[in-house]
């Protein structure tokens, strides 16, 4: 008998991942173990959700930012070594004592009226440890049923550090790692996120803070997939994140409230419309590996099999971004010029379409977004007449 309950159990079954999983090792490479999907992958992969390359890529664990240097057009982003272990650091500070101070900062920011302040020696702090992804996971679903049950029992709190999810993603299970979850004494959860960027006079910079809720809307997500599995309980993952951070300019911890429900409604909707992995790599050539140590017109080949759909967004959350950019130039797609652009263009899909239809060489004129671009061309065209009959 399984150790865990049937709803405990992480959304795929390892008998019916098993082809898939051994489709995506071969296109990985000999011995290559997969690379992790997080959070922020997928909140980035979730904006994008028409690039195949990335959803396959990620999916199947490889390394992008190894196929980038190996294709001669390395990433330009990610944290420092310092800023990285300054985040431990601080994250160690806020969770210490149990998660004492934690607990604190939500309560504060989120505690319902009924909500009995946390008393540190009788917060339920469970083991998550398991082998391997799927017990952690598994494991982190019977501490969350246990944590309600207990809550339900005598109103306490429970502080789950780093607990492991699961979130179904184009058919392939994409395991994440929040911070932290609290289980609040009417058996609700809140999800926490603790960065090491300041919060300054109370606020912290709006673009942190959004990729930060994009990120926790990815957690609420998979939490909600848990949730779903055990109805009986009545469980409600609360719409409102607690974002911590360094207060001002000290190593000292304040909290906020984000609300996520637009993140967590946008990247749900932007998941549903990713192509099942499988089908994508039921397209490829036979024989397509993604291995950084090929030829790089091997390489080059195998990346260019698949379909991408690269836009300025990218450069900040894809280590390919500028590979595609250089690709999508080449090829004079308008999307390098950014989708708000793409979107207003129609069916004119390269700049040399559009010049030719703002020119009167090709397009429909009765087309609006031809009669456009010839009207632009023609108000361009007298002004510059203009500019040069005034400077004679």
Same mark, same amino acid.
Do not use: C, F, I
């Given at each position: 008998m399984s150790e865990f309950p049937d709803s405990a159990r992480p959304p795929h079954s390892a008998t019916q991942a098993t082809g898939l999983r051994h489709r995506l090792a071969e296109l990985r490479g000999p011995d290559t173990p997969p690379r992790p999907m997080d959070a =922020?992958?997928?909140?980035?992969?979730? !904006?994008n959700p028409g690039c195949n390359r990335r959803a396959l890529l990620d999916g199947a664990g490889v390394d992008k930012g190894r196929i980038a240097d190996a294709l001669g057009s390395p990433a330009a982003f990610g944290q420092s070594q310092f800023a990285l272990t300054r985040g431990n650091a601080f994250e160690a500070r806020v969770k210490a004592d149990g998660g004492a101070e934690l607990l604190r900062l939500v309560h504060a920011c989120v505690g319902g009226a009924d909500d009995a302040e946390p008393v540190p020696g009788l917060v339920r702090n469970p083991d998550l440890s398991a082998i391997g992804p799927e017990g952690r996971t598994a494991r982190t679903a019977l501490a969350l049923r246990e944590a309600v049950e207990s809550a339900a029992a005598d109103g306490t709190w429970a502080f789950l550090d780093h607990p492991m999810l699961a979130l179904d993603v184009a058919g392939s299970p994409a395991f994440l790692e929040p911070d932290a979850v609290v289980v609040h004494p009417d058996g609700s959860w809140t999800v926490v996120e603790i960065k090491s960027f300041p919060m300054i006079d109370g606020a912290a910079d709006a673009s942190k803070v959004g990729a930060a809720a994009r990120q926790a809307a990815v957690y609420v997500l998979a939490l909600e997939q848990v949730a779903a599995r055990m109805p009986e309980a009545g469980v409600t993952v609360r719409d409102r994140i607690v974002l911590v951070c360094p207060k001002d300019f000290t190593n000292l911890p304040a909290a906020s409230a984000v609300d996520v429900r637009k993140q967590r409604a946008v990247t749900r909707r932007q998941l549903t419309r990713l192509t099942r992995i499988d089908d994508i790599a039921e397209a490829l050539p036979p024989g397509t590996v993604f291995d950084p140590e090929l030829s790089p017109d091997a390489l080059t080949a195998a990346v260019e099999a698949v379909p991408a759909t690269y836009a300025p967004e990218c450069l900040a959350a894809c280590e390919l971004a500028f590979h595609c950019r250089d690709r999508s130039r080449a090829a004079g797609? +308008?999307? $390098? /010029?950014? @989708?708000?652009? =793409? %979107? *207003? /263009?129609?069916? &004119? $899909?390269? +700049? #040399? !379409? +559009? &010049?030719?239809?703002?020119?009167? *060489?090709?397009? #429909?004129?009765? #087309?609006?977004? +031809? %009669?456009? &671009? =010839? @009207?632009?061309?023609? /108000? @361009? %065209? *007298?002004?510059?007449a203009g500019a040069g009959a005034g400077s004679r």
């Open positions: =922020r992958a997928l909140a980035a992969l979730a !904006a797609a +308008v999307t $390098t /010029l950014g @989708r708000p652009l =793409r %979107a *207003e /263009l129609g069916g &004119l $899909t390269t +700049v #040399d !379409a +559009v &010049l030719a239809a703002a020119h009167g *060489e090709a397009g #429909d004129p009765a #087309d609006p977004t +031809v %009669a456009a &671009l =010839r @009207r632009a061309a023609a /108000l @361009r %065209a *007298e002004a510059l």
